[in-house]
């Protein structure tokens, strides 16, 4: 956790302190997937060594997850022993947490306790939907691998009770989107406690869903902002670059 989603709560806890001391959240912005380069290909190699860097600890849990010869991948369920299944569940549940997700923002922004989100940063070259479809399934790898996977099975030795796990694992989902306002910190949360119980339910033990469901949504939301006409962003409250 210190080296991954921990570290990040800890900045969004420092962020959303910052951003309360500087004024209104609802007429502050924050920029998710920036531009780190003006130069188009250094841009591309920037974002495409960001994406490879931050899955490292992905690698390291699967690593720890290995120890008494267990398979880590079967178990924690991020194989494709269950395609079709895995596939169903996580279209659904990203259609569960999706709905609920936006209208939270959407009052977050209405009640001014939400600051406006630029999905992405980026200008519109060649390679930009296939960077942020990529970015997209960086973060349900690590958030659900690490956050969900990664804890409830070292939680579980240690004899944590579910409710427990399941509580720890969406404080900590909510934690690192605090800088996005109050709106995707309890949506996340909310999030965060679905996707939890599912992987902790009885004989389930698959993160695969979760992380197709992750995906999905972040790929609607990344996309989505470098597809639909400003005028639909700016009616949901979404920041539009420029």
């Known amino acids: 956790m210190g080296l991954s989603l921990g570290k990040s709560g800890v900045y969004a806890v ?8 500087r004024g209104p959240l609802g007429e502050q912005t924050t920029s998710l997937n920036p531009s780190q380069s003006p130069r188009p290909y250094l841009d591309l190699t920037y974002q495409l060594l960001s994406i490879a860097f931050t899955l490292v600890p992905v690698a390291l849990a699967l690593y720890l997850l290995s120890d008494r010869g267990h398979n880590p ?3 924690i369920g991020l194989d494709a022993r269950r395609p079709g299944r895995d596939l169903l569940w996580g279209v659904g549940l990203g259609a569960v947490i999706g709905i609920p997700g936006l209208g939270l923002y959407v009052a977050g922004r209405a009640l001014g306790i939400t600051v406006a989100v630029q999905a992405s940063a980026l200008d519109p070259y060649w390679w930009t939907v296939p960077v942020l479809v990529l970015a997209a399934l960086k973060n349900g790898l690590i958030e659900e691998v690490v956050v969900v996977g990664y804890l409830a099975e070292r939680l579980t030795e ?3 009770s579910p409710v427990a796990i399941v509580l720890l ?5 909510g934690s690192y989107h605090l800088y996005q ?3 995707p910190f309890f ?3 909310l999030m965060g406690v679905i996707f939890a119980s599912f992987y902790l339910s ?3 033990r698959r993160v ?4 197709v469901a992750h995906t999905l949504l972040d790929v609607t939301a990344f996309v989505g902002y470098q597809l639909l006409p400003e005028e639909w962003l700016t009616a949901i409250g979404v920041s539009v670059a420029g």
């Open 14 to 21: 420092v962020a959303i302190i910052a951003a309360l001391t």
């Open 73 to 75: 991948w079967r178990r």
């Open 158 to 160: 240690k004899r944590w």
């Open 169 to 173: 694992s969406a404080v900590i989902r």
């Open 181 to 183: 306002g109050w709106g």
């Open 187 to 189: 949506a996340n949360m």
């Open 202 to 204: 009885k004989g389930r």
């Open 208 to 211: 695969l869903p979760l992380v």
